[in-house]
């Protein structure tokens, strides 16, 4: 394996396509939120708060719908309840169990989102143009549908039922301005299919934040420095991905030949193995896409999704996870 083949597998890979463009939506949607007064939302809270439905949504609910355990979920709503966007109810299906509901103000954040995304949709589109915009919608809308997966009106799409004038396509199945969520739902797909892949070649507990690491990380070392600037992430959270990474036998740490205090990062020998494993999980997921979606709609996705991510200026795979 050379660096070049390498690096030319991560950028094309559809999941890290995926991945970056909605690390992009997602950051464009809290710069807006700060510019309106809501900086205390965090990046994390999205999982809570796009998969929240107006009637209240039950924790394990939520928690199977962002793809995190049911603890990881209940600290993301107590964050959010802190900040008065959403409360616990009593479920009234079952008086043991309780509901999560917006609040008043988390109504007011949703109907804010509304002019939100219609802002960053004027972004896109002086970019790549309406038309390519709304067809990357389509084609996306499409492979989530090829791969029966559901789009819940949950969040802020909540605000916004289906209804026959949304729909924009011939064959009614189009909902306009739901690229973020899509783009979200694939993403998620892919990571799932894609860890369960690995863990039957061998590869158990992979988790998403060890990919910062382990998909930036260069054939011929990289130091931890260089690592955290490339991932896009502080020295302090890369230096504790290094150990969890390294405790799992995949990198291998050495002494800086300039700098004896400079701790290098290679991949071991298990690492190498990874790497090998990872790529023909690559192939095996394209086919498997491939024959759900079909090649052609596969093949108009992933040009579709470069198109914009090069004219977004994007780096894939992306700086931060």
């Known amino acids: 394996m050379t660096q070049q083949a390498l690096d030319r597998a991560r950028a094309d890979n ?3 396509r995926l991945v970056a463009l909605a690390g992009d939506f997602s950051e464009r949607i809290l710069a807006r939120y700060r510019a309106q007064g809501y900086d205390t939302i965090r990046p994390v809270h999205g999982a809570l708060l796009r998969n929240l439905e107006l009637e209240g949504t039950r924790l394990t609910t939520l928690a199977a719908r962002a793809g995190i355990t049911h603890r990881a979920m209940a600290k993301i709503v107590d964050d959010v309840a802190g900040l008065g966007f959403v409360a616990r109810r009593p479920d009234p299906d079952d008086r043991r169990a309780s509901r999560v509901h917006f609040t008043a ?3 007011r954040l949703l109907r804010d989102s509304s002019d939100i995304i219609e802002h960053i949709y004027a972004g896109y589109s002086a970019l790549v143009g309406a038309a ?3 067809q990357l919608e389509n084609r996306l809308y499409h492979f989530l549908q090829g791969l029966d997966i559901e789009v819940i009106h949950s969040g802020q799409q909540a605000l916004h039922p289906v209804r026959p004038e949304n729909l924009r396509d011939a064959s009614g199945a189009y909902l306009s301005h739901n690229l973020g969520r899509y783009l979200q ?3 998620q797909d892919y990571h799932r299919r ?3 892949a690995m863990e039957a070649r061998g590869h158990p507990g992979i988790r998403f934040d060890h990919l910062a690491l382990l998909t930036h990380l260069r054939l011929d070392g990289m130091n931890l420095s260089e690592l955290a600037e490339g991932a896009g992430i502080s020295l302090q959270a890369m230096g504790k991905q290094v150990r969890a990474v390294h405790r799992m ?3 291998s740490l050495r002494e800086g030949a300039a700098d004896r205090r ?3 990062v290679r991949f071991s020998p298990r690492g190498h193995a990874f790497l090998d494993d990872l790529l023909a999980t690559f192939d095996e997921l394209d086919a498997f896409y491939a024959a759900q979606a079909g090649p052609r709609r596969l ?4 040009a579709s999704l470069a198109r914009l991510i090069g004219a977004l200026g994007l780096a894939v795979p992306a700086r931060s996870f």
């Not at 093949?299 to 992933?302: A, E, P, S, V």
């Open 132 to 134: 390519p915009l709304e």
């Open 299 to 302: 093949q108009w996705l992933q």
């Open 249 to 251: 036998g995949y990198i």
């Open 194 to 196: 894609c860890a369960r």
């Open 262 to 264: 400079v701790r290098e």
């Open 14 to 16: 559809l999941g890290h």
């Open 105 to 107: 103000r988390g109504i």
């Open 185 to 187: 739902l694939a993403g």
